[in-house]
C-alpha cells in the first residue's frame, strides 16, 4: 500500500526565514511525485511534479527536490502570502488508467510578517 | 485551457434531505474525474473515480453515489443526508499535459449537514 507522511504538521516562521518541508513516501514504481498549494476554503493549487530521484524544480521562493524515499519543499525568505497548507501525494503506474494518487497530510504554513 | 467548474460552492442540508453537487470540465475530453473529501485534519480520502461515460469506481463503502451522464460530468448524490456527510468536497480531473498524469482540482463544495 502506498503511503505518504508530511511533517511537520505545522510550521510557524517569520518573514525571510527559510525552511524545509517533508513528505516522505512509500510507493511501488513512482510514477510521479506532486506538490500542491491549498489556501483555506479553496481546492488544491498544483505547484510541481517530480518524476525521479535527483530532479529539482523552483518556482518563486519555492525549490522542490526529490530522493528515492522523500522530497522537500524548500522556502526561500518566505513572506506572509507563502502562508497555506502544503501537500503531497504520489502517484504510481496502475493498470486500467485510474491513476489515482495517495495524498499526504499536509503542512500547513503560516508566516508572520 | 482546460478549466474545471464545480457547484454549488457552499450549502446547508438537513438531516435526510438529498444531495447533488456537480462538477463540469473544459478544454479536454475522455478526462478521468476524482470526488474526493476533505475533512478537518484527516487529509483528502477518494470516494469515487471515473475514467469513463457510466463508468464509477468506488473507494469507501458510504452514503453517497456518484454518476458520469456525459464524458466532462461527473455528478456527486446522496439521497438521504448523514451529519457525518458534512465536509468539504473536491472535484478533480487528470490532466496529460507537460505535467505528466496531474491531478488539478475544482474550487470545492462546503457541505454541512445540520
Known amino acids: 500500500e502506498d503511503q505518504v507522511t508530511q511533517s511537520p504538521e505545522a510550521l510557524r516562521l517569520q518573514e525571510g526565514e527559510s525552511s524545509s518541508l517533508n513528505c516522505s513516501y512509500t510507493v511501488s514504481g513512482l510514477r510521479g511525485l506532486f506538490w500542491y498549494r491549498q489556501d483555506p476554503g479553496k481546492g488544491p493549487e498544483f505547484l510541481f511534479t517530480?518524476?525521479?530521484a535527483g530532479e529539482e524544480k523552483e518556482k518563486e521562493r519555492l525549490k522542490a527536490t526529490l530522493t528515492k524515499k522523500e522530497s522537500f519543499l524548500h522556502i526561500t525568505a518566505p513572506k506572509p502570502e507563502d502562508s497555506a497548507t502544503y501537500l503531497c501525494?504520489?502517484?504510481?503506474?496502475?493498470?486500467?488508467?485510474?491513476?489515482?494518487?495517495?495524498f499526504g497530510r499536509g503542512t500547513s504554513l503560516i508566516v508572520h510578517p | 485551457s482546460q478549466t474545471i467548474h464545480q457547484w454549488p460552492a457552499t450549502l446547508v442540508q438537513p438531516v435526510g434531505s438529498p444531495l447533488s453537487l456537480e462538477c463540469t470540465v473544459e478544454?479536454?475530453?475522455?478526462?478521468?474525474l476524482y470526488w474526493y473529501r476533505q475533512a478537518a485534519g484527516r487529509g483528502l480520502q477518494l470516494l469515487f473515480y471515473?475514467?469513463?461515460?457510466?463508468?464509477i469506481s468506488s473507494e469507501v463503502p458510504q452514503n453517497l453515489s456518484a454518476s458520469r451522464p456525459q464524458d466532462r460530468q461527473f455528478i456527486l448524490s446522496s439521497k438521504k443526508l448523514l451529519l457525518s456527510d458534512s465536509g468539504f468536497y473536491l472535484c478533480a480531473w487528470i490532466g496529460r499535459g507537460r505535467s505528466g498524469n496531474t491531478i488539478y482540482f475544482g474550487e470545492g463544495s462546503w457541505l454541512t449537514v445540520v
Open positions: 478544454g479536454t475530453s475522455n478526462p478521468n
Open positions: 471515473s475514467v469513463g461515460i457510466g463508468q
Open positions: 517530480l518524476y525521479s
Open positions: 501525494a504520489v502517484q504510481r503506474g496502475r493498470t486500467g488508467g485510474s491513476y489515482i494518487p495517495t
